[in-house]
């Protein structure tokens, strides 16, 4: 196990996701706000008293505050960072206004508040884009290789060759789709559909329970169907690889290492890794031919269970290939994996509602900090995939119908459309207040189940 980062390499990851993120939020807010000429009092990153700040030549007083839980953008005509509304103008020019929030026609105002969650989500759909665009994706046919013991796929009557082709009524495009589908519904049963010999079977499958520990000592109980589905087929090859240096290509399929057959990519590290510095012959099935290719294997290092390093034999060999997406394609793609994140929100609340999954799993700002340290270590990749997952959660909290958060607003809002009317001055402000006192509470809820989990307090 990874031994977790420092606490100030922990604070600065923490600051470093969340400070822009809330930086852009808020500016989505600022910047449509004074596109439709409405003035803004105070732009603030966190709440509290202010630490430093200026104010521009519109007025508008740009702070950085104590607490760096959120920000706020108050517009004129705000009553307080919530965006409740004062209860009257007296005293404003006609000019000063028409640049109060409340004096804007409904749409614009509906527009204003949508922005911030709006651009956590462009965010998250440009930072997965930019992975495509870089690394293209992967294509793996959802092909089942073999089975783990006990495993759940072949009791309910799958077999190796099949592949899958939906879950749960999902289509399914490749074999990476499948743990994601599966991984939120520990111990259901799920329809799971694959093709075999030209005909779609619908199986029932009970997901097996896995507790899944990161290389942080990260716990979670995830489902899995317990099946293969990397064939030995060569999508790639990593740096100055032997095996490609001994001839092998793309689209070959590993059928034997030393003469024991494999029927799955899994199978080659394990039958790899002891012969360091060594020969081994790899059987290659070329089209119809099957060929011997003798490579000599190098020494590569791997972290063992303590996080220690391990040596390693390696040929240098990658299952399923990448393949290069164009614009388009990419931004696409960044919508459909940041749609299926905020799918997997939903569906993890909505478990905790009807008690599939514990309340314990909630977690906040201590917890959010303590994975921002730990992918911190892991690479610029990795952190800046959890940032945008993190975007991603602040664009869903956010648009929930709460009254004090954005999805409160728009909640408002709708009702005036219907009503033909705004909801009273003192109705708001009172629904404001209790949505803001349900936040702070969730907010001590969280917090208190995070301190739960440290170690220091037995978790």
């Known amino acids: 196990m990874t031994g977790s980062p420092g606490i100030l390499t922990t604070i600065f990851a923490f600051l470093l996701v969340l400070g822009p993120l809330v930086l852009i939020h808020e500016l989505g807010h600022y910047l ?11 732009f603030s990153i966190g709440f509290g008293k202010e630490l430093a700040g200026w104010t521009d030549k519109r007025g508008t007083r740009w702070k950085l505050s104590a607490l760096p ?14 965006s ?17 929030f409340h ?12 922005a ?3 651009t956590n989500l462009l965010l998250c759909v440009a930072i997965f884009a930019g992975f495509f665009s870089i690394y293209g994706r992967v294509v ?5 290789s073999g089975f783990t013991a006990n495993s759940p796929a072949q009791a309910a009557g799958m077999r190796v060759g099949d592949r899958i082709v939906a879950i749960d009524g999902d289509k399914v495009d490749g074999a990476t789709d499948v743990p994601g589908r599966v991984a939120y519904f520990p111990g259901k049963t799920l329809p799971i559909a694959v093709e075999r010999a030209g005909r779609t079977l619908v199986l029932p499958v009970k997901l097996a329970t896995q507790e899944f520990s990161d290389q942080f000592g990260n716990k979670a109980k995830i489902g899995d169907i317990g099946v293969r589905m990397m064939p030995p087929v060569v999508g790639g090859f990593y740096g100055d690889s032997p095996a490609e240096d001994a001839g092998l290509k793309v689209g070959d399929r590993i059928v034997a290492v030393n003469g024991a057959a494999i029927t799955s990519f899994e199978d080659i590290p394990e039958l790899i890794r002891p012969q360091a510095g060594r020969s081994v012959d790899l059987s290659v099935r070329r089209g119809d031919e099957v060929r011997s290719f003798p490579v000599k294997v190098t020494e590569g290092s791997i972290p063992d269970a303590q996080g220690k390093p391990q040596k390693v034999g390696q040929i240098g060999v990658r299952a399923g290939r990448f393949e290069q997406v164009g614009p388009v394609d ?18 993890g609340i909505t478990q905790i509602f009807t008690g599939d999954r514990s309340v314990r799993e909630l977690g906040g700002p201590i917890k959010i900090a303590q994975y921002s340290g730990q992918t911190f270590t892991l690479g610029w990749e990795a952190f800046v995939e959890f940032a945008a997952l993190i975007s991603i959660n602040l664009a869903f909290i956010n648009l929930l119908p709460i009254p004090g958060l954005d999805g409160g607003h728009l909640a408002f809002y709708a009702a005036e459309l219907v009503r033909r009317r705004p909801l009273g001055a003192r109705s708001q402000e009172w629904a404001i207040k209790t949505g803001v006192a349900l936040v702070l509470a969730l907010m001590v809820f969280v917090t208190v189940n995070d301190l739960a ?7």
């Open 32 to 42: 449509v706000g004074r596109l439709f000429g409405v003035k803004a009092d105070a």
């Open 84 to 100: 409740a509304p004062k209860p009257d103008d007296l005293g404003l020019s006609p000019r000063e206004r028409a640049q109060t």
């Open 453 to 459: 989990s440290l170690p220091i307090f037995g978790g």
């Open 103 to 114: 004096s804007k026609p409904l749409w614009q105002r509906a527009l204003i508040v949508f």
């Open 69 to 82: 839980l959120g920000g706020y953008v108050q517009f004129a005509g705000d009553m307080n960072p919530t």
């Open 330 to 347: 990419a931004v696409a793609l960044g919508f459909q994996q940041s749609f299926r994140a905020m799918g997997n929100m939903v569906t």
């Open 140 to 144: 793996n046919d959802a092909e089942i």
């Open 116 to 118: 911030g969650p709006l």
